[in-house]
């Protein structure tokens, strides 16, 4: 059997070195054979989606269907039906006999995202599937018999749920044998340098590019926000910033305002009083009109093939602001040493 770390890198997990994320990798290396069931608990973006199929992988299982379903994308009347298949006739618009979740997933693994969200109704039709390996499809009579490895994924803790009564007790010790619990970012942030240099060098590939050096500023951006979207956020933000960026380096110009000041106040509130201790970061304005300046220009140059005349169209200013502006940036962004209104500071620049 190969590796954890060789079959991780081969579906885009990547180990950083948090001591928590280690400590639920080995615990897969540890249930790699098994066949119970499996409750991931974490927030939205966490990767549990990622974990289950690499525990899939992992299994007796590997060669066959890993089949997952998010339970809260169906209304209460459509998740029978899609867990365990139809009958034609069965309900409006069901012209022929269609098998669930459960059925494709046959010898293999099907995975439970979100099963906070199923309603209790539902629960207990779970719960008989898990106790006695069977389903029986939306309007059919007959049982049809089912071989599969069940992994729950789940936002809320379960254990809570059952002292609401929102979870089903039973059903939550049924399918609770192996429970793992994934980290949200803001409490692994070591991985942060390492699943950010895997993102930025995968989108910029897809563009033929290398990933360019990313500034002190937005390191230090990206340390200090919360990431609510965990890897999913910063997998998308990540994306976005080679889509967009057009100047050879990502400075603190490339990212929205809300990422740069995620603690930022309301305009309409108070400023804080004489000798009130605050929170904010410090940051220089000017850098940040400078580096947004450069990313700005970068791009005109680039779309106007370094023409300045064309350039300076593109950003709806004279050809002599923009010379003005590019000498202005030099200073803070380190380019190559000019003259105004000689040849621009940027490369290639006519």
């Given at each position: 059997m190969r590796s954890l770390d060789e079959v991780g890198a081969e579906h885009g997990v990547i180990i950083g070195p948090s001591p928590r994320m280690w400590a639920v990798f080995e615990f897969l290396r540890?249930?790699?054979?098994?066949?119970?069931?499996?409750?991931?608990?974490?927030?939205?973006?966490?990767?549990?989606?990622?974990?289950?199929s690499l525990i899939h992988r992992?299994?007796?299982?590997?060669?066959?269907?890993?089949?997952?379903?998010?339970?809260?994308l169906f209304s209460d009347t459509l998740i029978e039906s899609e867990l365990f298949g139809h009958e034609r006739g069965a309900f409006t618009g069901a012209i022929r006999d269609r098998p669930g979740r459960f059925e494709l997933?046959?010898?293999?693994?099907v995975l439970l995202d979100d099963i906070d969200d199923v309603p209790l109704s539902m629960q207990?039709?779970?719960?008989?599937?898990?106790?006695?390996?069977?389903?029986?499809?939306?309007?059919?009579?007959?049982?049809?018999?089912v071989n599969v490895r069940v992994i729950a994924g789940t936002k809320r803790d379960l254990r809570t749920m059952?002292?609401?009564?929102?979870?089903?007790?039973?059903?939550?010790?049924?399918?609770?044998?192996?429970?793992?619990?994934?980290?949200?970012?803001?409490?692994?942030?070591?991985?942060?340098?390492?699943?950010?240099?895997?993102?930025?060098?995968?989108?910029?590939k897809q563009r033929g590019e290398e990933a360019p050096a990313v500034s002190a500023g937005v390191a230090r951006a990206f340390a200090r926000?919360?990431?609510?979207?965990?890897?999913r956020e910063l997998e998308?933000?990540?994306?976005?910033?080679?889509?967009?960026?057009?100047?050879?380096?990502?400075?603190?110009?490339?990212?929205?305002?809300?990422?740069?000041?995620?603690?930022?106040?309301?305009?309409?509130?108070?400023?804080?009083?004489?000798?009130?201790?605050?929170?904010a970061v410090p940051i220089s304005l000017?850098?940040?009109?400078?580096?947004l300046e450069h990313m700005l220009i970068s791009w005109a140059l680039r779309a106007s093939d370094g023409n300045q005349t064309r350039a300076a169209e593109l950003l709806q200013i004279k050809r002599s602001t923009l010379q003005g502006r590019m000498v202005r940036c030099q200073p803070v962004l380190d380019l190559p040493a000019a003259s105004a209104p000689s040849p621009s500071p940027l490369a290639s620049a006519r």
């Amino acid at each position: 059997m190969r590796s954890l770390d060789e079959v991780g890198a081969e579906h885009g997990v990547i180990i950083g070195p948090s001591p928590r994320m280690w400590a639920v990798f080995e615990f897969l290396r540890v249930i790699a054979g098994s066949e119970s069931t499996v409750v991931i608990t974490g927030e939205s973006g966490t990767g549990k989606e990622v974990i289950a199929s690499l525990i899939h992988r992992q299994s007796p299982r590997k060669h066959r269907p890993f089949v997952a379903v998010s339970c809260s994308l169906f209304s209460d009347t459509l998740i029978e039906s899609e867990l365990f298949g139809h009958e034609r006739g069965a309900f409006t618009g069901a012209i022929r006999d269609r098998p669930g979740r459960f059925e494709l997933a046959e010898s293999g693994t099907v995975l439970l995202d979100d099963i906070d969200d199923v309603p209790l109704s539902m629960q207990v039709k779970l719960l008989r599937v898990l106790q006695n390996h069977t389903v029986e499809r939306l309007g059919g009579t007959n049982t049809v018999a089912v071989n599969v490895r069940v992994i729950a994924g789940t936002k809320r803790d379960l254990r809570t749920m059952v002292a609401d009564g929102t979870f089903r007790e039973d059903l939550y010790y049924r399918l609770n044998v192996l429970p793992l619990t994934l980290p949200p970012l803001r409490e692994r942030m070591e991985d942060l340098p390492v699943l950010m240099q895997h993102f930025l060098a995968r989108f910029f590939k897809q563009r033929g590019e290398e990933a360019p050096a990313v500034s002190a500023g937005v390191a230090r951006a990206f340390a200090r926000y919360d990431w609510p979207g965990n890897v999913r956020e910063l997998e998308n933000m990540c994306e976005r910033l080679a889509q967009t960026n057009m100047c050879g380096t990502i400075g603190a110009g490339c990212l929205a305002a809300g990422m740069m000041f995620p603690h930022a106040a309301p305009a309409t509130a108070p400023p804080p009083a004489d000798g009130e201790p605050g929170s904010a970061v410090p940051i220089s304005l000017d850098e940040r009109v400078r580096q947004l300046e450069h990313m700005l220009i970068s791009w005109a140059l680039r779309a106007s093939d370094g023409n300045q005349t064309r350039a300076a169209e593109l950003l709806q200013i004279k050809r002599s602001t923009l010379q003005g502006r590019m000498v202005r940036c030099q200073p803070v962004l380190d380019l190559p040493a000019a003259s105004a209104p000689s040849p621009s500071p940027l490369a290639s620049a006519r």
